[in-house]
């Protein structure tokens, strides 16, 4: 092993993070010889704790990767490839958060632990449903072939499913049902669906993609309440995407009557958010009375008016809001 002098000399451990950073296999590989480097763990970003697996793996510069696996053999290789910083976060999930495909397959294939957990209980499979795009696809379909557990959850009880609901990539979301059709039933901890999230985030085409999928029961997973009362119909108010709500109601039949926990309709809830054109298309079909009253009495009119929504006022009044 390389003198504790060297270990802690920040400017080797700097200029050796760098290099691998940059992918400068031949700057690394000259600071090994230099400085005798055989354990290139102990070299660590000061914040973060990542060493310069998490980086390359980050940045995905394959060719470090490959270098800092194959060419330190005083370091075992399942301590290697599943070496974590101060968020207790592995390689691997940096490759699946960053859809770098080929680190991914290749740390896989070097004996990475694929449900390794990191800070808030998040899977590589989690992270790499946060994003979208053919790479992150890929990577998604590799951890699925490598065994990766659909069925844990994060601290928050978010599964892979419900994450990959808020990114929004239909072709994702097709691959985990299609591997776990039960995950559409999936609640996190405040009870909410996948229908919850993807309404939220105004994801049309995951709407419906949900909606038809045989493992779900329409009617329940279209008008489940999560633990605040909220219905998905109420989170696609809250986004404020007519054209998402007009779907939910004309083709899906979701129900408007729905109210939350302090008795809220849709309608108070495009008051809240001073969403002039729900309001109206909610008024203008009959949808919701203009003076319903929510616990304590309280009217979309009222809401409205606490918030200083003068066009939305104005709408109310229009349609006799008292």
Not at 95 to 104: G, P, T, V
Not at 149 to 176: F, H, M, Q, S, Y
Not at 213 to 220: D, Q
Request: aromatic fraction near 6%; hydrophobic fraction near 40%.
């Amino acid at each position: 092993m390389m003198l504790r002098s060297q270990t802690e000399d920040p400017n080797v451990s700097r200029d050796f993070l760098r290099a691998c950073h940059n992918g400068d296999v031949d700057k690394v590989e000259t600071l090994v010889e230099k400085h005798g480097i055989r354990d290139w763990s102990v070299f660590r970003h000061t914040a973060s704790g990542d060493t310069a697996l998490h980086v390359a793996a980050r940045e995905g510069n394959m060719n470090i990767v490959r270098y800092l696996c194959e060419c330190f053999n005083d370091l075992p290789m399942r301590f290697k490839v599943n070496v974590f910083n101060k968020d207790i976060k592995k390689p691997l999930h940096e490759a699946a958060q960053f859809a770098r495909e080929d680190i991914l397959k290749y740390l896989l294939s070097k004996g990475a632990s694929v449900d390794v957990i990191k800070r808030g209980d998040w899977t590589p499979l989690m992270l790499a449903c946060t994003k979208s795009g053919l790479a992150a696809r890929h990577c998604i379909r590799a951890l699925l072939a490598a065994n990766a557990n659909a069925r844990l959850r994060n601290k928050d009880g978010w599964t892979p499913l419900l994450i990959a609901c808020r990114t929004g990539d239909e072709l994702v979301i097709e691959t985990l049902l299609k591997h776990l059709p039960e995950s559409i039933n999936d609640r996190s901890n405040n009870g909410r669906t996948a229908l919850h999230i993807a309404a939220f985030h105004g994801h049309v085409g995951v709407i419906s993609l949900l909606y038809t999928s045989s493992e779900c029961t329409n009617a329940n997973l279209l008008n489940a309440q999560d633990s605040s009362g909220s219905s998905p119909l109420h989170e696609a108010v809250k986004h404020g995407n007519l054209v998402t709500v007009k779907m939910m109601i004309r083709l899906l039949g979701a129900d408007v009557n729905l109210v939350d926990n302090v008795g809220q309709t849709i309608l108070h809830v495009a008051a809240l958010t001073g969403n002039v054109e729900i309001v109206e298309y909610i008024l203008e079909n009959n949808l919701i009375d203009v003076n319903y009253e929510a616990s304590f009495g309280i009217t979309p009119l009222i809401i409205a008016q606490r918030h200083n929504h003068s066009d939305v006022i104005k709408i109310l009044v229009k349609y006799g809001a008292k």
